[in-house]
């Protein structure tokens, strides 16, 4: 196919501004990078964190977004794994330099050198978009482009934090149901773990799609559940449901912040942490956790809800979430 000069591109051209329509030049591959064409692009909490000036120091005249999936159209001179024609995903993990202390452990995630996609380098929420290649995953067949989109953030980093939770756990926890949650509770029903969903309170229809989705029980967040939890994960970025997890959460239970911002966390009682207790956060995802979770999600198999907009309509999306009426994730849409 020909390949445009121009393409259609939502830009973040001001701190706390909406996104701006614009036309900008298609960008072109360096000898690491993949051109792709974007068919979908998700819409994602950390969009809403860099867009209201949460997450500081974004790039200048930034393309958000980092749940994308599209055909790769042209291929760097150094790119050795991916053809022109394949369909890809590109998550938030966008770069790492392989020589920091981090990434000499495996730590990928924690690299001082990383780049993000839709936050530091350019997003999907435009017509093209290139990728370092070693950062890209094949998507399975059984997916759409819409369906696939929000496995490639929110099933990411849903996924490290349930990986991160435990694998003994019986019991677990889910406070914020939303697109993370939604993919991970199925992950986690398929395990044949307990699922516990923690809505906003007197939210009965996302505690219905809760348990519609296998929870055995789903309430408040202001709520105690029936029985002790082994293990807790904190989506929605609110500080206050931490202590209300720890105090729902069993001797030597592990609640994880899955979120990349949440407001302060208020002071509590050393009681409620003691007796082994711990509490950690979750950093980015890395490679390992993409393939893990693409290849475990058709077996279940994770079904994705998603509500479609076209790219034009990615303010009206960014407001949706900021005002908290989703159910499922948010997908931009490629005309």
């Given at each position: 196919m020909e390949i445009p000069e121009r393409m259609?591109?939502?830009?973040?051209?001001?701190?706390?501004?909406?996104?701006?329509?614009?036309?900008?030049?298609?960008?072109?591959?360096?000898?690491?990078?993949?051109?792709?064409?974007?068919?979908?692009?998700?819409?994602?909490?950390?969009?809403?964190?860099?867009?209201?000036?949460?997450?500081?120091?974004?790039?200048p005249l930034l393309i958000p977004g980092h749940e994308i999936v599209g055909t790769i159209v042209e291929t760097g001179s150094c790119v050795d794994r991916l053809s022109i024609g394949d369909r890809v995903g590109v998550p938030w993990l966008g770069y790492t330099c392989s020589q920091c202390r981090y990434c000499r452990r495996n730590q990928e995630n924690l690299c001082d050198n990383a780049l993000f996609t839709g936050y530091t380098i350019d997003g999907g929420y435009a017509e093209y978009t290139v990728a370092n290649h070693r950062y890209c995953f094949r998507i399975p067949d059984m997916y759409n482009d819409a369906q696939a989109a929000p496995l490639l953030?929110?099933?990411?980093?849903?996924?490290?934090?349930?990986?991160?939770?435990?694998?003994?756990?019986?019991?677990?926890?889910?406070?914020?149901?939303?697109?993370?949650?939604?993919?991970?509770?199925?992950v986690a029903v398929y395990q044949g773990k307990r699922v516990y969903a923690f809505t906003r309170p007197g939210d009965v229809d996302t505690q219905e799609f809760a348990r519609r989705l296998g929870a055995v029980w789903a309430g408040n967040s202001t709520e105690m559940p029936p029985e002790e939890l082994d293990a807790?994960?904190?989506?929605?970025?609110?500080?206050?449901?931490?202590?209300?997890?720890?105090?729902?959460?069993?001797?030597?239970?592990?609640?994880?912040?899955?979120?990349?911002?949440?407001?302060?966390?208020?002071?509590?009682?050393?009681?409620i942490l003691w007796e082994e207790r711990v509490v950690r956060s979750v950093a980015n995802l890395t490679r390992r956790d993409g393939e893990e979770l693409l290849a475990i999600a058709p077996k279940v198999p994770v079904k994705t809800e998603v509500e479609v907009f076209?790219?034009?309509?990615?303010?009206?999306?960014?407001?949706?979430?900021?005002?908290?009426?989703?159910?499922?994730?948010?997908?931009?849409?490629m005309s």
């Open positions: 259609r591109a939502m830009v973040l051209e001001a701190p706390a501004k909406p996104l701006s329509a614009v036309k900008v030049p298609v960008p072109r591959p360096g000898p690491e990078q993949v051109l792709i064409r974007v068919h979908a692009c998700g819409v994602c909490r950390t969009d809403l964190h860099i867009a209201d000036s949460e997450l500081l120091n974004p790039k953030c929110a099933g990411l980093i849903g996924y490290r934090s349930y990986r991160i939770a435990g694998q003994d756990v019986e019991r677990l926890g889910i406070y914020g149901f939303g697109a993370a949650a939604h993919i991970i509770a199925q807790a994960i904190i989506f929605a970025p609110v500080g206050a449901l931490l202590p209300a997890a720890l105090r729902a959460t069993a001797k030597g239970g592990t609640v994880v912040c899955g979120g990349i911002h949440m407001s302060d966390i208020p002071s509590f009682p050393y009681r076209p790219l034009e309509q990615a303010n009206e999306s960014l407001g949706l979430l900021r005002q908290g009426r989703v159910q499922g994730a948010l997908v931009l849409q």
